[in-house]
C-alpha cells in the first residue's frame, strides 16, 4: 500500500515482542484511516483508544491521519490541547472530532 516499514532485527532473548513494538501508519485522510482500521480490526482484530489497535495477530498498530500532526503543530497551546484531550476520548481517530475540538470557541 506503498507505506514504508523500518524493522530492528533484535535479540529475541533478552527483548520480548510486546505493545510497545507497533507499527506506525500516517494516513492521508479519513478514508484511508476507515480502510485500514476495518481491514486491520476484522476477522479477530481489536480496537484501542487513541488511534491504536490490535490485528488479527497481535501485533500493535497506531493509526493517525496527518491531520492530527497539522492540528497538534499549531501554535496555540489551548488548540492543541482540545485536539489532545478529543483524542484520548476516541478508539479510530475521527478527523472531524478533532477538527471540531480544535476550533471550539
Same mark, same amino acid.
Given at each position: 500500500m506503498g507505506k514504508e516499514f523500518m524493522i530492528l532485527n533484535g535479540s529475541t532473548v !533478552?527483548?520480548?515482542?510486546?505493545?510497545? =513494538?507497533?507499527f506506525f501508519v500516517d494516513c492521508n !485522510?479519513?478514508?484511508?484511516?476507515?480502510? =485500514?482500521?476495518?481491514?486491520?480490526?476484522?476477522?479477530?482484530?481489536e480496537e484501542g483508544r487513541c488511534g491504536w489497535l490490535k490485528d488479527k495477530f497481535v501485533i500493535s498498530w497506531q493509526i493517525i491521519p496527518k491531520a492530527f500532526s497539522e492540528l497538534m503543530g499549531d501554535s496555540n497551546?489551548?488548540?492543541?490541547?482540545?485536539v489532545i484531550d478529543a483524542m484520548m476520548k476516541i478508539r479510530k481517530i475521527e478527523i472531524a472530532d478533532l477538527r471540531k475540538?480544535?476550533?471550539?470557541?
Open positions: !533478552n527483548f520480548k515482542f510486546n505493545e510497545s =513494538i507497533s !485522510n479519513q478514508e484511508e484511516v476507515d480502510e =485500514i482500521w476495518e481491514k486491520l480490526t476484522s476477522n479477530g482484530g497551546s489551548v488548540k492543541s490541547k482540545r475540538a480544535y476550533e471550539e470557541v
